[in-house]
């Protein structure tokens, strides 16, 4: 079955400090992987996918499949950045079509000042 | 556009009530989901409806009934209430089952006494 772990429930750094939120998966089949961020008060909201290569608000993740690896990073941590992170797994159903996301169970990360 | 919407914010239930959680999105999108987020436990899906007059369960179904109602209408029911059901409920749509972006509501805040 698809799993998607965050090992840390609570990430702290301050301000400036790199910044690097874990992520491993186990999954069967060819991995799609996002991460997904809730600011305080606010709803979840995508930050990035793996198939975009792209960076968001200064973050970055590879996909890693012989780690089975999708760490979320970023080098100079702001304030602003103090949010829960969710990794999350696409699933694909018997009958080959999407199922929805396996969601870790979050990283709060806080940013000291 | 309003996105994701859903109703109510908050409430309060006794043991053994029912209640409907109503989510409309806006956004023509094919595919609706339902999930619960818990402490410590991520978001755990409940319940997706892959196109208009298709339901299906997903990891944690169990005491919950849905129902897409049109294209723009995901409803989930608890049909008798349990403190276990205590939770933070998100219905999100997309374009199509599990694919790209998730787009989130604001949330239903659920107390099971």
């Known amino acids: 079955a698809q799993r998607v772990t965050q090992p840390e429930k609570l990430l702290s750094v301050f301000k400036g400090a790199p910044v690097e939120l874990k992520c491993n998966y186990s999954y069967s089949g060819s991995p799609e992987l996002f991460w997904y961020v809730q600011y305080s008060r606010q709803r979840l909201q995508l930050l990035l996918r793996?198939?975009s290569r792209e960076s968001i608000k200064g973050f970055t993740a590879d996909l890693n499949k012989g780690e089975t690896s999708f760490h979320l990073k970023k080098p100079f941590a702001q304030e602003e950045d103090s949010a829960m992170y969710y990794c999350?797994?696409?699933?694909?159903?018997?009958?080959?079509?999407?199922?929805?996301?396996?969601f870790g169970k979050g990283t709060h990360l806080i940013i000291q000042p | 556009n309003a996105g994701v919407t859903q109703t109510p914010k908050f409430q309060v239930l006794k043991t053994g009530q029912s209640m409907t959680l109503q989510c409309a999105q806006d956004?023509?999108?094919?595919?609706m989901y339902w999930y619960r987020q818990d402490p410590g436990m991520g978001l755990r899906l409940i319940y997706y409806?892959?196109?208009?007059?298709?339901?299906d369960k997903g990891e944690v179904p169990n005491g919950y009934n849905v129902s897409r109602l049109n294209k723009r209408e995901f409803s989930l029911r608890l049909e008798s209430a349990a403190p276990s059901q205590t939770s933070v409920y998100f219905c999100?749509?997309?374009?199509?089952?599990?694919?790209?972006?998730?787009?989130f509501g604001p949330g239903t805040r659920l107390l099971v006494l």
């Open positions: 999100a749509s997309s374009g199509w089952t599990g694919g790209e972006t998730q787009y």
């Open positions: 793996h198939i």
């Open positions: 999350a797994l696409k699933i694909v159903g018997p009958g080959g079509g999407a199922d929805g996301l396996t």
């Open positions: 956004m023509n999108h094919n595919s």
């Open positions: 409806s892959a196109s208009e007059g298709t339901t």
